[in-house]
DNA sequence: ACATCAATTCGATAGTTGTCGAAACGTCGA
DNA sequence: TCGACGTTTCGACAACTATCGAATTGATGT
Protein backbone atom coordinates (compact mmCIF):
# COMPACT_ATOMS: atom_id res chain seq x y z
CA UNK A 1 0.00 0.00 0.00
CA UNK A 2 1.56 3.28 -0.68
CA UNK A 3 0.47 6.83 -0.66
CA UNK A 4 -2.98 6.21 -0.41
CA UNK A 5 -5.70 7.40 2.18
CA UNK A 6 -8.15 5.07 2.89
CA UNK A 7 -10.87 7.26 3.40
CA UNK A 8 -10.80 11.15 2.97
CA UNK A 9 -13.61 11.66 5.62
CA UNK A 10 -14.57 15.20 4.36
CA UNK A 11 -17.70 15.66 7.14
CA UNK A 12 -15.40 13.61 9.82
CA UNK A 13 -17.93 10.68 11.18
CA UNK A 14 -17.91 10.79 14.96
CA UNK A 15 -17.32 7.38 15.53
CA UNK A 16 -19.17 6.07 18.82
CA UNK A 17 -16.49 4.66 21.23
CA UNK A 18 -16.80 1.58 22.95
CA UNK A 19 -16.10 1.38 26.71
CA UNK A 20 -14.93 -1.37 28.44
CA UNK A 21 -15.98 -2.33 32.05
CA UNK A 22 -12.55 -1.52 33.10
CA UNK A 23 -12.01 1.85 31.46
CA UNK A 24 -15.21 2.38 33.04
CA UNK A 25 -13.96 1.98 36.20
CA UNK A 26 -10.75 3.59 35.35
CA UNK A 27 -12.74 7.01 34.37
CA UNK A 28 -14.94 7.24 37.17
CA UNK A 29 -11.87 6.71 40.06
CA UNK A 30 -10.58 9.52 37.96
CA UNK A 31 -13.33 11.51 38.02
CA UNK A 32 -13.67 11.29 41.74
CA UNK A 33 -11.55 13.03 42.96
CA UNK A 34 -12.41 17.15 43.55
CA UNK A 35 -8.98 18.55 41.80
CA UNK A 36 -9.11 16.66 39.22
CA UNK A 37 -12.82 16.88 37.99
CA UNK A 38 -11.94 20.25 38.37
CA UNK A 39 -9.29 20.61 36.01
CA UNK A 40 -11.21 18.21 33.32
CA UNK A 41 -13.70 21.19 33.70
CA UNK A 42 -11.25 24.03 33.63
CA UNK A 43 -9.93 22.02 30.30
CA UNK A 44 -13.17 21.39 29.22
CA UNK A 45 -14.41 25.60 29.09
CA UNK A 46 -10.95 26.42 28.20
CA UNK A 47 -10.10 26.78 24.18
CA UNK A 48 -9.38 22.81 24.29
CA UNK A 49 -5.85 23.05 24.17
CA UNK A 50 -5.50 24.21 27.45
CA UNK A 51 -1.61 24.64 28.87
CA UNK A 52 0.06 23.35 31.66
CA UNK A 53 1.20 26.80 33.37
CA UNK A 54 -2.61 28.27 32.69
CA UNK A 55 -4.07 24.65 34.86
CA UNK A 56 -1.74 25.31 37.64
CA UNK A 57 -2.60 28.58 38.28
CA UNK A 58 -6.26 27.81 37.62
CA UNK A 59 -6.57 25.11 40.78
CA UNK A 60 -3.93 25.82 43.40
CA UNK A 61 -1.85 22.91 43.78
CA UNK A 62 1.73 22.51 43.80
CA UNK A 63 3.44 21.58 39.99
CA UNK A 64 4.19 17.97 41.31
CA UNK A 65 0.05 16.66 42.36
CA UNK A 66 -0.88 18.66 39.05
CA UNK A 67 1.85 16.54 36.91
CA UNK A 68 0.05 13.21 38.90
CA UNK A 69 -3.29 14.41 38.52
CA UNK A 70 -2.55 14.98 34.90
CA UNK A 71 -1.29 11.15 34.33
CA UNK A 72 -4.32 10.12 36.16
CA UNK A 73 -6.53 11.86 34.02
CA UNK A 74 -4.41 10.92 31.14
CA UNK A 75 -4.04 6.74 31.80
CA UNK A 76 -8.03 6.94 32.30
CA UNK A 77 -7.87 8.01 28.40
CA UNK A 78 -9.66 10.69 29.08
CA UNK A 79 -7.51 13.82 27.95
CA UNK A 80 -5.00 13.77 25.38
CA UNK A 81 -1.56 15.55 26.05
CA UNK A 82 0.86 17.11 23.52
CA UNK A 83 4.32 17.96 24.37
CA UNK A 84 5.23 21.17 22.60
CA UNK A 85 9.42 21.86 23.29
CA UNK A 86 8.92 22.86 27.02
CA UNK A 87 5.26 22.81 27.24
CA UNK A 88 2.62 20.80 27.62
CA UNK A 89 -0.97 21.04 26.15
CA UNK A 90 -4.04 19.56 27.55
CA UNK A 91 -7.54 18.44 25.51
CA UNK A 92 -10.30 16.11 26.01
CA UNK A 93 -10.56 12.89 24.06
CA UNK A 94 -13.44 13.30 22.20
CA UNK A 95 -16.30 10.83 22.55
CA UNK A 96 -15.36 9.36 25.61
CA UNK A 97 -17.50 11.49 28.26
CA UNK A 98 -20.27 10.94 25.57
CA UNK A 99 -19.56 6.95 25.77
CA UNK A 100 -20.00 7.30 29.52
CA UNK A 101 -22.40 9.70 29.89
CA UNK A 102 -24.50 7.38 27.40
CA UNK A 103 -23.76 4.34 30.04
CA UNK A 104 -24.75 5.96 32.63
CA UNK A 105 -28.30 6.93 31.22
CA UNK A 106 -28.47 3.36 30.14
CA UNK A 107 -29.17 2.47 34.08
CA UNK A 108 -32.15 4.66 34.72
CA UNK A 109 -34.82 3.54 36.05
CA UNK A 110 -37.55 2.43 33.30
CA UNK A 111 -40.56 2.19 35.52
CA UNK A 112 -40.76 1.97 39.48
CA UNK A 113 -41.29 5.94 40.60
CA UNK A 114 -40.56 5.36 43.89
CA UNK A 115 -43.25 2.89 44.21
CA UNK B 1 -54.37 27.79 52.47
CA UNK B 2 -56.30 25.20 53.25
CA UNK B 3 -56.07 21.82 51.67
CA UNK B 4 -55.33 22.63 48.24
CA UNK B 5 -53.01 20.87 46.16
CA UNK B 6 -51.13 23.42 43.41
CA UNK B 7 -50.56 20.56 40.98
CA UNK B 8 -52.41 17.59 40.62
CA UNK B 9 -49.59 16.51 38.21
CA UNK B 10 -51.88 13.51 36.05
CA UNK B 11 -48.97 12.64 33.74
CA UNK B 12 -46.17 13.36 36.04
CA UNK B 13 -43.82 15.70 34.22
CA UNK B 14 -40.16 14.41 34.95
CA UNK B 15 -38.49 16.90 36.81
CA UNK B 16 -35.41 17.68 35.71
CA UNK B 17 -33.02 17.43 39.20
CA UNK B 18 -30.71 19.84 39.38
CA UNK B 19 -27.19 18.82 41.16
CA UNK B 20 -25.01 20.90 43.02
CA UNK B 21 -20.96 20.58 42.70
CA UNK B 22 -21.11 19.05 45.75
CA UNK B 23 -23.33 16.41 44.99
CA UNK B 24 -21.70 15.91 42.19
CA UNK B 25 -18.25 15.35 43.49
CA UNK B 26 -20.39 12.97 45.67
CA UNK B 27 -21.89 10.88 43.13
CA UNK B 28 -18.49 10.59 41.37
CA UNK B 29 -17.02 9.08 44.64
CA UNK B 30 -19.43 6.44 45.00
CA UNK B 31 -19.70 5.14 41.82
CA UNK B 32 -15.77 5.60 41.85
CA UNK B 33 -15.82 1.78 43.70
CA UNK B 34 -16.01 -1.21 41.10
CA UNK B 35 -18.03 -3.23 43.75
CA UNK B 36 -20.43 -0.02 44.59
CA UNK B 37 -20.76 0.53 40.75
CA UNK B 38 -21.73 -3.30 40.46
CA UNK B 39 -23.91 -2.84 43.03
CA UNK B 40 -25.87 0.10 41.05
CA UNK B 41 -25.75 -1.92 37.83
CA UNK B 42 -27.27 -5.05 39.86
CA UNK B 43 -29.99 -2.70 41.31
CA UNK B 44 -30.46 -0.98 38.02
CA UNK B 45 -30.91 -4.25 35.75
CA UNK B 46 -33.45 -6.08 38.32
CA UNK B 47 -36.59 -4.88 38.73
CA UNK B 48 -36.32 -1.66 40.55
CA UNK B 49 -36.60 -2.74 44.35
CA UNK B 50 -34.09 -5.15 45.00
CA UNK B 51 -34.19 -7.34 47.70
CA UNK B 52 -30.74 -6.80 50.32
CA UNK B 53 -30.43 -10.48 50.41
CA UNK B 54 -30.04 -11.07 46.59
CA UNK B 55 -27.28 -8.07 46.47
CA UNK B 56 -25.21 -9.73 48.73
CA UNK B 57 -25.25 -13.01 46.22
CA UNK B 58 -24.88 -11.04 43.15
CA UNK B 59 -21.52 -9.55 44.69
CA UNK B 60 -19.67 -11.70 46.87
CA UNK B 61 -18.95 -9.78 49.78
CA UNK B 62 -19.68 -9.92 53.55
CA UNK B 63 -22.77 -8.11 54.86
CA UNK B 64 -20.83 -5.49 56.54
CA UNK B 65 -19.45 -4.29 53.66
CA UNK B 66 -22.42 -4.79 51.72
CA UNK B 67 -24.28 -3.02 54.49
CA UNK B 68 -21.56 0.27 54.14
CA UNK B 69 -21.72 0.45 50.21
CA UNK B 70 -25.42 0.95 50.39
CA UNK B 71 -24.77 3.60 52.86
CA UNK B 72 -22.57 4.92 50.71
CA UNK B 73 -24.47 4.72 47.66
CA UNK B 74 -27.68 6.51 49.71
CA UNK B 75 -25.98 9.35 51.26
CA UNK B 76 -25.06 10.61 47.74
CA UNK B 77 -28.64 10.49 46.74
CA UNK B 78 -27.82 7.50 44.25
CA UNK B 79 -30.68 4.94 45.29
CA UNK B 80 -33.55 4.89 48.16
CA UNK B 81 -33.97 2.50 50.57
CA UNK B 82 -37.21 1.52 51.61
CA UNK B 83 -37.36 -0.73 54.60
CA UNK B 84 -39.88 -3.27 54.78
CA UNK B 85 -40.28 -5.12 58.59
CA UNK B 86 -36.65 -7.05 58.67
CA UNK B 87 -35.58 -6.53 54.78
CA UNK B 88 -34.38 -3.58 52.94
CA UNK B 89 -35.24 -2.67 49.42
CA UNK B 90 -33.05 -0.54 46.96
CA UNK B 91 -33.97 1.30 44.19
CA UNK B 92 -32.72 3.97 41.69
CA UNK B 93 -33.80 7.39 42.64
CA UNK B 94 -35.20 8.78 39.22
CA UNK B 95 -33.51 11.65 37.72
CA UNK B 96 -29.69 11.94 39.07
CA UNK B 97 -28.12 9.38 36.91
CA UNK B 98 -29.40 11.29 34.55
CA UNK B 99 -28.67 14.92 35.69
CA UNK B 100 -24.91 13.56 36.12
CA UNK B 101 -24.59 12.37 32.43
CA UNK B 102 -25.95 15.56 31.17
CA UNK B 103 -23.66 17.52 33.15
CA UNK B 104 -21.29 15.06 31.87
CA UNK B 105 -21.83 15.21 28.54
CA UNK B 106 -21.87 19.31 28.25
CA UNK B 107 -17.82 19.23 28.82
CA UNK B 108 -17.57 17.42 25.54
CA UNK B 109 -15.50 19.33 23.18
CA UNK B 110 -17.06 21.56 20.70
CA UNK B 111 -14.02 21.95 18.12
CA UNK B 112 -10.59 21.15 18.72
CA UNK B 113 -10.72 17.40 16.80
CA UNK B 114 -6.93 16.10 18.19
CA UNK B 115 -5.53 19.48 17.11
C1' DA C 1 -40.01 -15.74 76.14
C1' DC C 2 -37.03 -17.63 73.05
C1' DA C 3 -34.51 -18.74 68.90
C1' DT C 4 -33.72 -17.31 64.31
C1' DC C 5 -32.64 -14.43 60.72
C1' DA C 6 -31.74 -9.84 58.15
C1' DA C 7 -29.29 -5.95 58.59
C1' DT C 8 -26.35 -2.65 60.97
C1' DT C 9 -22.65 -1.03 63.97
C1' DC C 10 -18.10 -1.42 65.94
C1' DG C 11 -13.19 -2.01 65.89
C1' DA C 12 -9.25 -3.20 63.56
C1' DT C 13 -6.34 -3.85 59.65
C1' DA C 14 -4.31 -3.47 55.16
C1' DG C 15 -4.07 -1.11 51.02
C1' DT C 16 -4.70 3.06 48.43
C1' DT C 17 -3.93 7.79 47.34
C1' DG C 18 -3.67 12.95 47.47
C1' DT C 19 -0.24 16.06 48.74
C1' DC C 20 4.13 18.28 48.67
C1' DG C 21 9.38 19.32 48.91
C1' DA C 22 13.52 18.22 46.80
C1' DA C 23 15.94 16.60 43.12
C1' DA C 24 16.26 15.50 38.25
C1' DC C 25 15.26 16.02 33.41
C1' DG C 26 14.64 18.56 28.96
C1' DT C 27 14.19 22.69 26.47
C1' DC C 28 15.17 27.28 25.30
C1' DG C 29 17.66 31.67 25.15
C1' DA C 30 21.89 34.29 26.19
C1' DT D 1 28.19 26.41 27.96
C1' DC D 2 25.55 28.13 31.28
C1' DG D 3 21.40 29.49 33.72
C1' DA D 4 16.46 29.85 33.81
C1' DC D 5 12.20 27.72 33.40
C1' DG D 6 8.45 24.12 32.75
C1' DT D 7 7.58 19.61 33.84
C1' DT D 8 8.35 15.12 35.81
C1' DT D 9 10.10 11.73 39.12
C1' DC D 10 11.22 10.28 43.75
C1' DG D 11 10.43 9.60 48.52
C1' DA D 12 7.75 10.31 52.33
C1' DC D 13 3.83 11.33 55.03
C1' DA D 14 -1.00 11.78 56.33
C1' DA D 15 -5.62 10.84 55.43
C1' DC D 16 -8.92 7.99 53.68
C1' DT D 17 -11.34 3.69 52.81
C1' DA D 18 -12.59 -1.05 51.48
C1' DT D 19 -12.84 -5.15 53.87
C1' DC D 20 -14.18 -8.35 57.34
C1' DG D 21 -15.23 -10.78 62.02
C1' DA D 22 -17.66 -10.16 66.05
C1' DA D 23 -21.19 -8.12 68.54
C1' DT D 24 -25.69 -5.70 68.32
C1' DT D 25 -30.24 -4.32 66.97
C1' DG D 26 -34.76 -5.27 65.31
C1' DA D 27 -38.39 -8.09 63.51
C1' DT D 28 -40.69 -12.64 62.84
C1' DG D 29 -42.39 -17.12 63.99
C1' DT D 30 -42.86 -20.87 67.34
Redesign the interface.
Known amino acids: MPTRKPEPTPT ?1 PPKPVRLTRAQ ?2 AI ?2 A ?2 D ?1 KR ?1 EL ?2 TI ?1 RS ?3 LGCTAAHEALSIAPATLSHHIKELQTSGLI ?1 VRREGKFAFL ?2 K ?1 GV ?2 A ?3 Y ?2 S ?3 A ?5
Do not use: N, V, Y
Open positions: ERTLKLSPFLEAQCPDSIPLELSTLQLSPGCPTR
